[in-house]
């Protein structure tokens, strides 16, 4: 098991970590639209969600991934009435096969949403001997 830690996201706001990868996955910790001081941004919904994608990615960079790799999403939004919009604007930022995904109303508090994600580990290394 490895931590993933990079200062181009949010820092924790508790006891976990932004990623940790074990058994040729990465468990990308839920991101939101937050800064890497952990202030949030975006005024609008589409803004919030662009800053989370872009959190996302930056961890999974750190772990040596991408959300290119990405075989799972939990998506939790404090409206479900967002939902073809962020569908829409999810479509910017993964790549196909879309991986399997939850979406969840969840009362969120000052922003409009949160994704967690599970990424392959890098690239494969085959060992021909």
Do not use: C, W
């Not at 952990?38 to 990615?57: H, K, M, Y």
């Amino acid at each position: 098991m490895e931590h993933i830690s990079t200062d181009q996201a949010p820092p924790p706001a508790g006891p976990y970590s932004q990623a940790i990868a074990s058994g040729g996955l990465v468990f990308l910790a839920g991101q939101g639209p937050f800064n890497s001081e952990g202030l949030r941004t975006g005024e609008s919904f589409e803004e919030q969600v662009r800053r989370t994608f872009e959190n996302l990615e930056a961890v999974a960079r750190a772990a040596g991934s991408s959300l290119s790799r990405a075989v799972r999403l939990g998506v939790y939004l404090r409206d479900l009435d967002q939902f073809a919009e962020f569908n829409h604007i999810a479509r910017d930022y993964l790549t196909k096969p879309y991986p399997a995904r939850t979406t969840i109303e969840v009362a969120l508090r000052g922003f409009d949403i949160e994704i967690d994600a599970v990424v392959e580990a890098g690239a494969v290394v085959i060992d021909m001997n």
